[in-house]
């Protein structure tokens, strides 16, 4: 069975320093792997995705992901943080295999806080 | 790209009133959308998935006549809640991803807020 865990609820970092936000999957299939951003009161907005290429993925606003097939993990990272990355962070795996559409497991979500 | 608009984004309303929420797909055809329910500080759960042309499918635990989907056309799929509580109260947020496509991203629609009085 497919499953998502973000490691952390909750990140806090100052801005201009690194984010690190860790997420691990089970998948019994080659899994398709997504991580989504979501501000408040806001739907969700896709910051990259893993679909069986380049096991390293950039993203948008200089978020980047590394599929690391050894340790089922798929960590978002970003070399400097900024104030308005401060949001919700969800780690999705897609269930899409056999023709059907794709349907989402979601993780349990990363809130990052971003210090002045 | 893809846009999803979901309608209305707020609803305040009082205890025992149906309320509708839909969800369009602006610039191409989804035969299939999704209708995920977010409590506060809590992740996404899949309700159901709405076809079009026939029945949704719905999830353990989702009560199909309390949460009514009809998907009518390629670009419109509208969640009805009958008979609202201050349970019901809750952000609801649809997604589709586009037809023809598999384990590509799905494209959300900015969510409603629904409050029941």
């Known amino acids: 069975a497919q499953s998502v865990t973000q490691l952390d609820s909750h990140v806090s970092v100052s801005e201009g320093t690194p984010v690190l936000l860790r997420c691990n999957y089970s998948?019994?299939?080659?899994?398709?792997l997504f991580w989504y951003v979501q501000h408040p009161n806001k739907g969700l907005q896709l910051l990259l995705k893993?679909?069986?290429?380049?096991?390293l993925v950039k993203g948008i606003n200089g978020f980047e992901a590394e599929f690391k097939k050894s340790e089922t993990s798929f960590h978002l990272t970003k070399p400097s943080a900024h104030m308005s990355d401060a949001a919700e962070y969800f780690c999705?795996?897609?269930?899409?295999?056999?023709?059907?559409?794709?349907?989402?497991?979601f993780g349990k979500g990363t809130k990052l806080s971003v210090k002045p | 790209g893809a846009v999803v608009s979901q309608h209305p984004s707020w609803v305040i309303c009082k205890s025992g009133t149906s309320v509708k929420i839909e969800c369009r797909s602006l610039?191409?055809?989804?035969?299939?959308m999704f209708w995920y329910r977010q409590f506060p500080k809590q992740s996404l759960m899949l309700m159901a998935t709405?076809?079009?042309?026939?029945?949704?499918?719905?999830e353990q635990g989702v009560e199909k006549d309390k949460f009514l989907i009809n998907h009518a056309s390629l670009t419109l799929s509208t969640l009805t809640v009958t008979s609202a509580h201050p349970e019901d109260s809750s952000f609801y947020i649809c997604?589709?991803?586009?037809?023809?496509?598999?384990?590509?991203?799905?494209?959300f629609g900015d969510g409603t807020r629904l409050s029941i009085l």
């Open positions: 997604s589709a991803p586009v037809s023809g496509t598999l384990n590509q991203p799905q494209h």
């Open positions: 998948s019994s299939y080659s899994p398709s």
């Open positions: 893993y679909t069986s290429a380049a096991t």
């Open positions: 999705v795996v897609s269930l899409g295999y056999g023709g059907s559409q794709g349907n989402l497991i």
């Open positions: 610039d191409f055809q989804a035969t299939t």
């Open positions: 709405s076809n079009e042309g026939s029945k949704a499918t719905y």
